[in-house]
């Protein structure tokens, strides 16, 4: 899906942008975001669940893949809504231009802060527990708070075991033995403005039946609701299609997706004889997980006889914590060679002093020697966002190309970042 193809000099071009120009430009580790890959999945969403779904629908981006204001402000372009989890996430997409309609707060133990900000954003509190329910109603003595509440639905799914989500021992959401009591709680209190219910089972699924099943215990939910003269007006079904981070990966498509969870649905309310509620979904890897590659200078390499060969690149975990996370899988290329022939299996090492900061064990590569750009595609998601200064190494800068043309979106970070938050105490300073 990535606008990508190789040029003359046989180098990658990623938006039209040579990658190895880019890294000359702004050096490495680089994001580079590709604009009209992430437009497409924005809008293959919006599209899906137009068609695919009778009533009133809101795809929102789960922004804890990558929240910065030029990603949140594509999105808000494509008119989608947002979904965000601390403070910090909601603070730069109302700087990005959401508004609060489209605003929806998760999160297992927002503060009050965070609580009242959203209130006075309009936002829709996606309330997890009784103390946070508590809480609210507390805070609305004199004013109303949009809620939804989540519920843990109890659905298994395949996919690695800190991903998962919807398994009743989760810390997430009311487990369903609490959903009367839930109901009777938000209906005493007038100043929750309940909305609707949601649920989340899980990231990088591949499989549809837990989608599936999802609709289905959620419209019964539904009208455990209404029996407590509570009215649903939205259902948010969560997020979770996996990508393929490599060859082995065949996850459905965005439309496949959108149709099961819209199918599902519509078919429950239909069941039920309950009206449509405005169906709500919350994606975030399939978003913007393809949109983005990583380009790496490569620097050493280590050859242990009838071993391995390690090639050491110029970031890692820092910028890229999920294969040392989740064992997660990436592929490589190299953007200076992009057609000579894979000859070589090298272990893609990154520069942090842990021996598991490993980007990819057994890549497949062209023979590569110091000064090359390793790319790694597929790093949109959960990338930048769980980036670290680990080993006090600056984030990376991210460019966003599009038609050719480069605009850097996030700088890099210099050496004074990294001691901008650092105090030395009155008794340090002296003795230096
Ligand atoms: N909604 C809720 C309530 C969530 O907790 C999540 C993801 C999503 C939506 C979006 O799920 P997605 O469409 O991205 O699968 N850091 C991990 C993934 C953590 C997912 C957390 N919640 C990784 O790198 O694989």
């Not at 299609?241 to 239909?270: F, Q």
């Amino acid at each position: 899906p990535l606008t990508a193809q190789v040029n003359a000099q046989d180098h990658l071009e990623v938006g039209g942008c040579d990658v190895v120009e880019l890294t000359q430009r702004f050096g490495t580790s680089l994001y580079i975001v590709d604009e009209v890959t992430l437009r497409t999945a924005c809008q293959q969403y919006r599209d899906a669940f137009k068609q695919h779904y009778p009533g009133e629908s809101l795809v929102i981006y789960a922004s804890k893949a990558w929240n910065c204001l030029a990603i949140d402000a594509i999105v808000n372009s494509e008119g989608l809504g947002i979904d965000v989890v601390s403070a910090g996430e909601l603070y730069t997409a109302t700087k990005a231009g959401f508004k609060g309609d489209k605003i929806y707060v998760h999160g297992n133990n927002k503060s009050s802060e965070e609580l009242q900000m959203s209130i006075d954003q309009g936002a829709t509190i996606v309330v997890d527990s009784w103390s946070e329910l508590r809480s609210l109603a507390q805070m609305t003595q004199q004013q109303t708070a949009r809620i939804m509440v989540r519920l843990t639905p109890g659905i298994e799914c395949h996919t690695h075991e800190y991903i998962k989500t919807g398994c009743i021992d989760s810390k997430f959401g009311f487990d369903p033995s609490q959903v009367e009591q839930v109901f009777e709680f938000v209906a005493q209190n007038k100043g929750l403005n309940f909305v609707g219910l949601h649920a989340h089972i899980g990231s990088q699924i591949f499989e549809l039946k837990p989608h599936e099943d999802l609709g289905a215990v959620m419209v019964d939910w539904l009208t455990k609701a209404q029996q407590h003269g509570l009215s649903i007006e939205q259902l948010d079904i969560g997020g979770g299609l996996g990508i393929r981070y490599t060859e082995s990966d065949d996850p459905p498509s965005i439309d496949a997706w959108a149709k099961t969870v819209c199918e599902s649905v519509a078919a429950a309310c239909k069941s039920k004889d309950v009206p449509l509620p405005k169906l709500i979904a919350e994606p975030g890897r399939s978003l913007v997980g393809t949109s983005c590659v990583t380009a790496y200078t490569v620097g050493g390499h280590k050859t242990i006889p009838d071993v391995r060969t390690y090639l050491s690149v110029d970031g890692g975990m820092s910028d890229n914590p999920r294969p040392i996370t989740y064992q997660s899988l990436y592929f490589a290329v190299v953007a200076n060679h992009m057609s000579q022939p894979m000859t070589e299996t090298v272990t893609i090492a990154g520069k942090h002093c842990e021996s598991g900061d490993v980007l990819i064990k057994d890549a497949s590569l062209p023979p590569t020697q110091a000064g090359d750009i390793l790319v790694i595609p597929d790093t949109g998601a959960y990338n930048y966002s769980m980036s670290s200064n680990y080993n006090r190494i600056a984030r990376p800068a991210a460019v966003l190309v599009r038609d050719g043309n480069a605009s850097l979106i996030l700088e890099r970070e210099t050496l004074d970042d990294l001691l901008r938050h650092d105090r030395l105490p009155d008794h340090l300073l002296a003795a230096q």
